[in-house]
Each structure stands twice: as C-alpha cells, then as structure tokens.
C-alpha cells in the first residue's frame, strides 16, 4: 500500500514537472506558426535545418552554453540559499540578473535585430558602472583579476564592433575575428570570476557551518 501512495505521488509531481515544459513548447509552437514559420523549421537545429556541418555557428554556440551555464549557477546558489548568509549575496544576485540578460541577448541577437545597439550596449555600461561602485571592494577581495579583464575584453569587442568595422569595412573579416574572439575571451573570463566567487562562497559557508 505505501508503495502505491509513494508511486501516486511521485507520479504527481512528474505531471507537475511536465506541464511547465509542455506550456513552453506548446505557446512557443503555436506563436511562430501562426507567423507563418513552418512547423519543422521550429523544431529542428538551425544547423541541421540549413544542411550545415558542426562548425557553423559553433564558437558562437559555446559563448552562448557559458552564459547559460554560469547563469544557471549563481540562480542555484540564490534558490538554495546560500547567498542569503553571504555578504556577497547582492553582488551574486546583480551578477546573475546581469548575466541572465547578457545570454538572453546573445541567444536572441536582441541587438543585433530588435534594438538599437548603442541602447544595449549603453545599458550595459550602467549595468556595468553600478557594479562596480556598489561592490567594488568585494570584487577586489574574490577575483578583481578576472573581472577587469572580462570588462577590458568587453570593451574591445564594442569598440571594434560599433567603430573598427565601420571604418575598416575592407577589413571586415579580420575586425570580426578580433571581435568576435575579444567577445568569446570576455565571456570566459567573465564566467571564471562568477565561478572563482561562487567557490569561495561556498567554501567560507562550509567552513562557518563546521
């Protein structure tokens, strides 16, 4: 009998499980073929659906898993709790909104498509200039290194993207592999910090509960 209960709960919480992801799929499914997208063309890779190799697209690919992925750590670490005993809890929670919105505009070439650039890349340096003046010193105790080289790479990759390339138009493949690997390196970088602070908080928790 306890079994049966413990097999209908379970079996409750998967169909909770089930139904964001379900919703998701579904709203997304119905939006973009009532714009007229064919329904394969939503669903399948953009790779596989162009018929082309691995390498199409990947560097970008992989900037995009890291900010995914350094996001989804600092969201974890703010669901479990453990910023809240940090004094670092407000730089982690600034650092995951801002890296959250930084991979939702890579994934979706927000500035690329739908807004001006200059505007993006302006909120970006408020973002950026907040950071720094509400938490500089707890920068400097994690891992300032890190930071300031991500900002400096950050910063290459605009400069080249919104004046380089516009003024070098003959040059344009070199100015994008500058800019685009500038960007990539930044990304790293940016991630490590986010990743070096995140170990250090967990390990100071850790030895506070010992």
């Not at 209960?5 to 997304?28: D, E, W």
């Not at 691995?54 to 670490?77: A, P, R, T």
């Not at 995951?96 to 505007?119: G, M, P, R, T």
């Amino acid at each position: 009998m306890k079994k049966i209960l413990n097999f209908i709960k379970n079996k409750s919480n998967i169909l909770k499980t089930l139904f964001i992801p379900f919703i998701i799929y579904s709203f997304f499914l119905l939006i973009f073929t009532t714009q007229g997208v064919p329904t394969l063309l939503i669903i399948r890779d953009l790779a596989q659906t162009c018929n082309q190799t691995l390498g199409v697209g990947f560097l970008s690919n992989l900037g995009i898993i890291m900010w995914i992925g350094i996001s989804s750590i600092l969201i974890f670490i703010i669901k479990v709790g453990v910023s809240k005993k940090s004094r670092y809890n407000n730089l982690i929670k600034t650092g995951c909104v801002f890296s959250c919105f930084l991979a939702l505009d890579d994934f979706f070439l927000i500035h690329d498509k739908y807004i001006i650039q200059e505007i993006i890349f302006l909120s970006y340096f408020i973002l950026i200039f907040y950071i720094i003046k509400k938490f500089f010193t707890q920068i400097k105790e994690l891992a300032p290194n890190l930071f300031l080289t991500s900002l400096v790479l950050f910063g290459l990759s605009i400069i080249i993207d919104i004046v380089l390339q516009d003024l070098f138009p003959s040059f344009l493949t070199i100015t994008q592999i500058i800019e685009e690997g500038c960007k990539f390196m930044g990304i790293f970088c940016w991630a490590s910090f986010w990743w070096t602070s995140a170990s250090k908080i967990l390990k100071s928790q850790k030895f506070n509960n010992l």
